[in-house]
């Protein structure tokens, strides 16, 4: 019997795996797979090309089978609203109970790293972890940016510990600059002190300098970012200089990297943003943005320096609209009216939108992507995946 598909109801279940799936991709996708006969595997364990499983079987050449990576990293990628804390719930716990190996899930998002943000992140619930281990949710004060190379460094000490451990790594999020630097290996410590001096060499005075830095050192780089997004603008350059001088990192030989990507489309997810935000307000949003506008003082600090605030809270979308509408209508956030409610709603709505849409282009960033729809689907790749005998 075919899985069911309760994370696409309206889907029929898939039976089979195909190489590519979905048409945004194919064509980067099959690049890769040209050029890289092991898609997301270490160089070291090619041993000649992989086909995904079927439903009549595994599809592989003895030769191959044979070849199996030691260890697996496993990653979720999807926009928000996409399902994904459903279905790597529903996928960890079945590899828990049918193959004994307990996984670990990485989350990759970069709002909810923050405390006390809890309903406007749709934060993994104890409820919703049914018993799953979860790292890297309120590690964080919203007080100043949590910096990428300080994320990167703290997630992939969880990752090597669940190796160590023999575990899963499951890596898990909708920040695609997050899961792209724990699959692809970025030396982000080397990326953290590059950006410290750009910054110091580069102030934002000196975006446009930078910029015509970017464009003399990397075209294609620089063609993905606008050359005002000052912050875009040096985590680029930054990344490019790392890249000059990145090195191996010891420890992952033989570890297999299978990415899986979530996306319902465009008009489902539009209506799947508007319903987690009702949702948001069931379970009591407004109430958690008054608590935090209590500990942080957010009225003060938006009238006070509005977007050049530090403070994340402001910079999260379904917190920052209540407090800009607030300040454009000179009162405080608790005063606002059912009327500016409603209007404070549209905007969170839309926002968020348009963040999937951007979303949605990593896609084609990330290493070899294999778009599923159904925790089975996923389960049958990830479990394929896993060293013999495990």
């Known amino acids: 019997m075919p899985d069911s598909n309760p994370i696409f109801p309206e889907r029929p279940a898939l039976t089979a795996l195909p190489r590519v799936q979905s048409p945004c991709v194919a064509s980067a996708q099959r690049r890769r797979l040209a050029a890289q006969p092991w898609p997301g595997f270490c160089g070291r364990c090619r041993g000649g090309e992989i086909r995904l499983p079927s439903a009549g079987g595994t599809g592989l050449l003895d030769s191959v089978a044979s070849q199996r990576p030691a260890r697996l990293l496993a990653a979720l990628y999807g926009p928000t609203s996409s399902g994904k804390t459903a279905m790597s719930v529903a996928v960890a716990s079945r590899l828990e109970r049918e193959h004994g190996r307990k996984v670990a899930i990485i989350s990759a998002d970069s709002r909810q790293v923050y405390r006390y943000t809890d309903i406007g992140t749709s934060k993994t619930t104890p409820a919703e972890m049914s018993g799953i281990r979860h790292e890297m949710l309120d590690v964080a004060d919203p007080v100043r940016k949590f910096e990428l190379e ?3 460094r703290l997630a992939r000490a969880h990752i090597d510990d669940a190796l160590a451990a ?39 005075s000196m975006a446009a300098d930078a910029y015509a830095m970017l464009r003399r050192l990397d075209l294609q780089a620089a063609a993905r970012v606008h050359p005002h997004n000052y912050p875009a603008v040096i985590n680029a350059l930054a990344a490019r200089i790392a890249a000059a001088d990145r090195a191996t990192r010891p420890g992952r030989h033989c570890l297999a990297t299978v990415t899986l990507g979530l996306d319902p489309g465009p008009r489902a997810l539009a209506k799947r943003v508007a319903r987690t935000y009702e949702d948001q307000l069931r379970r009591g949003l407004f109430g958690e943005i008054l608590d935090l506008n209590d500990r942080y003082r957010l009225d003060a600090e938006m009238r006070r320096r509005g977007r050049d605030s530090p403070n994340q809270v402001l910079h999260t979308h379904g917190y920052r609209e209540y407090f800009q509408v607030a300040a454009e209508y000179g009162k405080n956030v608790a005063d606002l009216t059912e009327a500016e409610h409603a209007e404070v709603g549209e905007q969170v709505v839309r926002h968020v939108r348009d963040y999937t849409c951007r979303q949605r282009t990593w896609f084609s960033k990330l290493p070899a992507v294999h778009m599923v729809d159904s925790p089975g689907q996923a389960y049958r790749l990830l479990s394929w995946a896993l060293p013999s005998g495990a």
Do not use: I, N
């Open 166 to 204: 023999g575990e899963v790594p499951f890596v898990v999020g909708g920040t695609g600059v997050y899961v792209k630097a724990l699959l692809a290996g970025w030396e982000l410590d080397r990326a953290g002190a590059a950006r410290s001096s750009l910054r110091r060499d580069f102030p934002p």
């Open 150 to 152: 300080q994320y990167a």
